[in-house]
C-alpha cells in the first residue's frame, strides 16, 4: 500500500511539472503579444509565477489558479533602465486578468 501512495504521489508531482511548464508558456505568449500590441518590450522575455492557489470553478470542480509577474519597458523611453512591473492570473489555462500600470496610464494620457 505504501509503494501505491509513494507512486500516486511522485505522478501528482510529474504532473504538476509539467502542467506548470504549459501554464508558463501560456503567459509568456499572452505578455509577448500584449506587450507588442502596446508597443512595449517585455524585458528578459520572462515571467516569473507568484503565486499558485485553489479554486471552486462554476461547476463545482477545483481549478487551479496561478500569478505571474512580468517586467517590460516602453521602446520609446529615452531611460531605457526603467522598469515597469506588471502581472498576470491564470485559472486552468485560460487568461483571466493583465495588469499593466504604464500602459493604463499612457492610454489615460494620450
Request: glycine letters at 6%.
Given at each position: 500500500?505504501?509503494?501505491?501512495?509513494?507512486?500516486?504521489?511522485?505522478?501528482?508531482?510529474?504532473w504538476y511539472w509539467?502542467d506548470?511548464?504549459?501554464?508558463?508558456e501560456?503567459v509568456?505568449?499572452?505578455?509577448q503579444?500584449?506587450?507588442?500590441d502596446?508597443g512595449?518590450?517585455l524585458?528578459?522575455?520572462?515571467?516569473?509565477?507568484q503565486?499558485t492557489w485553489?479554486?471552486r470553478?462554476?461547476?463545482?470542480g477545483l481549478?487551479?489558479?496561478?500569478?505571474?509577474?512580468?517586467?517590460?519597458t516602453?521602446?520609446?523611453?529615452?531611460?531605457?533602465n526603467?522598469?515597469?512591473y506588471?502581472y498576470?492570473?491564470?485559472?486552468?489555462?485560460?487568461?483571466?486578468e493583465?495588469?499593466m500600470?504604464?500602459?493604463d496610464?499612457e492610454?489615460?494620457?494620450?
Amino acid at each position: 500500500m505504501d509503494e501505491i501512495l509513494i507512486i500516486l504521489l511522485i505522478l501528482a508531482g510529474i504532473w504538476y511539472w509539467w502542467d506548470t511548464q504549459q501554464c508558463s508558456e501560456i503567459v509568456l505568449l499572452a505578455c509577448q503579444k500584449k506587450c507588442a500590441d502596446a508597443g512595449l518590450q517585455l524585458l528578459d522575455s520572462t515571467v516569473c509565477r507568484q503565486r499558485t492557489w485553489v479554486r471552486r470553478g462554476p461547476a463545482g470542480g477545483l481549478q487551479l489558479c496561478r500569478l505571474y509577474s512580468f517586467e517590460y519597458t516602453s521602446n520609446l523611453s529615452s531611460d531605457y533602465n526603467k522598469r515597469e512591473y506588471g502581472y498576470i492570473v491564470l485559472i486552468g489555462k485560460q487568461v483571466v486578468e493583465t495588469n499593466m500600470p504604464q500602459q493604463d496610464s499612457e492610454r489615460l494620457v494620450h
